[in-house]
Protein backbone atom coordinates (compact mmCIF):
# COMPACT_ATOMS: atom_id res chain seq x y z
CA UNK A 1 0.00 0.00 0.00
CA UNK A 2 1.44 3.39 -0.92
CA UNK A 3 1.85 6.09 1.42
CA UNK A 4 1.90 9.64 0.41
CA UNK A 5 0.62 13.08 1.80
CA UNK A 6 3.30 13.46 4.96
CA UNK A 7 6.89 14.47 5.07
CA UNK A 8 8.37 11.46 7.46
CA UNK A 9 11.78 12.92 8.72
CA UNK A 10 12.81 10.14 11.00
CA UNK A 11 11.63 6.66 11.54
CA UNK A 12 11.93 4.71 14.86
CA UNK A 13 10.66 1.04 15.76
CA UNK A 14 9.99 -0.31 19.28
CA UNK A 15 8.18 -3.43 20.73
CA UNK A 16 6.40 -3.68 17.13
CA UNK A 17 5.42 -0.34 16.66
CA UNK A 18 6.82 1.75 13.98
CA UNK A 19 7.40 5.71 14.84
CA UNK A 20 7.63 8.50 12.55
CA UNK A 21 8.31 11.89 12.87
CA UNK A 22 6.61 13.99 10.84
CA UNK A 23 7.36 17.50 8.95
CA UNK A 24 6.15 19.65 11.49
CA UNK A 25 8.32 17.70 14.32
CA UNK A 26 5.29 15.37 16.15
CA UNK A 27 5.84 11.83 16.83
CA UNK A 28 2.96 9.69 15.64
CA UNK A 29 2.24 6.15 15.73
CA UNK A 30 2.13 3.81 12.17
CA UNK A 31 -0.90 2.27 11.26
CA UNK A 32 -3.48 4.51 14.10
CA UNK A 33 -5.60 7.00 13.12
CA UNK A 34 -8.14 7.97 9.92
CA UNK A 35 -6.03 11.24 8.78
CA UNK A 36 -2.38 12.21 8.38
CA UNK A 37 -2.88 15.55 10.93
CA UNK A 38 -6.04 16.48 9.66
CA UNK A 39 -5.36 15.36 6.00
CA UNK A 40 -7.61 12.30 5.05
CA UNK A 41 -5.58 9.30 3.51
CA UNK A 42 -5.68 8.80 -0.09
CA UNK A 43 -5.11 5.15 -0.64
CA UNK A 44 -5.00 2.69 -3.77
CA UNK A 45 -3.60 -0.49 -4.57
CA UNK A 46 -2.21 -1.04 -7.77
CA UNK A 47 -1.90 -4.37 -9.95
CA UNK A 48 1.16 -4.45 -12.10
CA UNK A 49 0.40 -3.68 -16.17
CA UNK A 50 -0.15 -7.33 -16.57
CA UNK A 51 -0.36 -9.17 -20.07
CA UNK A 52 -1.17 -12.47 -18.44
CA UNK A 53 1.29 -14.46 -20.56
CA UNK A 54 -0.25 -13.99 -23.48
CA UNK A 55 1.40 -11.24 -25.68
CA UNK A 56 -0.39 -12.05 -28.72
CA UNK A 57 -3.81 -12.22 -27.19
CA UNK A 58 -6.12 -9.42 -27.30
CA UNK A 59 -8.01 -8.74 -24.01
CA UNK A 60 -11.49 -6.96 -23.92
CA UNK A 61 -12.16 -6.45 -19.82
CA UNK A 62 -16.12 -7.15 -20.11
CA UNK A 63 -17.05 -7.04 -16.01
CA UNK A 64 -15.06 -7.54 -12.64
CA UNK A 65 -16.96 -9.02 -9.65
CA UNK A 66 -15.73 -8.77 -5.49
CA UNK A 67 -17.27 -8.70 -2.02
CA UNK A 68 -16.14 -6.37 0.50
CA UNK A 69 -17.27 -3.40 3.10
CA UNK A 70 -16.35 0.38 4.10
CA UNK A 71 -17.07 3.47 1.69
CA UNK A 72 -17.04 4.72 -1.81
CA UNK A 73 -14.57 2.06 -4.10
CA UNK A 74 -12.96 3.13 -6.95
CA UNK A 75 -11.85 1.56 -10.03
CA UNK A 76 -9.71 2.40 -12.79
CA UNK A 77 -9.21 -0.18 -15.46
CA UNK A 78 -6.28 0.94 -17.51
CA UNK A 79 -5.75 -0.67 -21.00
CA UNK A 80 -4.10 0.49 -24.32
CA UNK A 81 -7.38 1.63 -25.33
CA UNK A 82 -7.49 4.24 -22.12
CA UNK A 83 -8.49 4.59 -18.41
CA UNK A 84 -11.87 4.01 -17.31
CA UNK A 85 -13.18 4.88 -14.31
CA UNK A 86 -16.30 3.62 -11.84
CA UNK A 87 -17.03 4.71 -8.44
CA UNK A 88 -19.25 2.31 -6.56
CA UNK A 89 -20.33 2.05 -2.60
CA UNK A 90 -19.16 -1.37 -0.76
CA UNK A 91 -21.54 -3.61 -0.66
CA UNK A 92 -21.01 -4.11 3.17
CA UNK A 93 -22.35 -8.20 4.02
CA UNK A 94 -19.87 -10.94 2.83
CA UNK A 95 -22.90 -12.27 0.53
CA UNK A 96 -23.18 -9.31 -1.42
CA UNK A 97 -21.18 -9.11 -4.64
CA UNK A 98 -20.30 -5.91 -6.16
CA UNK A 99 -20.40 -5.96 -10.02
CA UNK A 100 -18.97 -3.82 -12.27
CA UNK A 101 -19.38 -3.33 -16.16
CA UNK A 102 -15.88 -2.16 -17.75
CA UNK A 103 -14.62 -1.86 -21.19
CA UNK A 104 -11.36 -1.28 -22.68
CA UNK A 105 -9.32 -3.57 -24.17
CA UNK A 106 -5.70 -3.94 -25.49
CA UNK A 107 -2.65 -6.87 -25.13
CA UNK A 108 -2.42 -5.81 -21.21
CA UNK A 109 -4.63 -4.42 -18.38
CA UNK A 110 -3.98 -2.70 -15.28
CA UNK A 111 -6.51 -2.17 -12.16
CA UNK A 112 -6.49 0.29 -9.99
CA UNK A 113 -8.58 0.44 -6.69
CA UNK A 114 -8.67 3.42 -4.54
CA UNK A 115 -10.54 5.32 -1.88
CA UNK A 116 -13.05 8.23 -2.14
CA UNK A 117 -12.05 11.23 0.10
CA UNK A 118 -10.29 9.41 2.71
CA UNK A 119 -12.78 6.72 2.85
CA UNK A 120 -12.10 2.67 4.00
CA UNK A 121 -12.77 -0.04 2.22
CA UNK A 122 -11.84 -3.82 2.41
CA UNK A 123 -11.77 -6.43 -0.56
CA UNK A 124 -12.81 -9.77 0.57
CA UNK A 125 -12.05 -12.94 -1.07
CA UNK A 126 -9.96 -11.18 -4.09
CA UNK A 127 -11.34 -10.03 -7.85
CA UNK A 128 -12.76 -12.14 -10.34
CA UNK A 129 -12.38 -10.55 -13.78
CA UNK A 130 -14.54 -11.68 -16.94
CA UNK A 131 -13.08 -10.79 -20.31
CA UNK A 132 -12.88 -12.07 -23.87
CA UNK A 133 -9.82 -12.77 -25.35
CA UNK A 134 -8.60 -13.19 -29.08
CA UNK A 135 -5.63 -14.57 -30.40
CA UNK A 136 -4.25 -12.67 -33.10
CA UNK A 137 -3.44 -14.24 -36.33
CA UNK A 138 -1.04 -13.03 -38.25
Known amino acids: MVRRGFTARGLYSAGGTLYLLDGAGRVCRFEE ?76 FQLVFRNVNGSHFTIDGGVELIMDIQRRVL
Open 33 to 108: GETYDGTRIDAYWKTPMTDLDSKAVNKRLEELYLRGSGGILSVEAVTESGTVYNERLMPGGSERILELGLIGEGRA
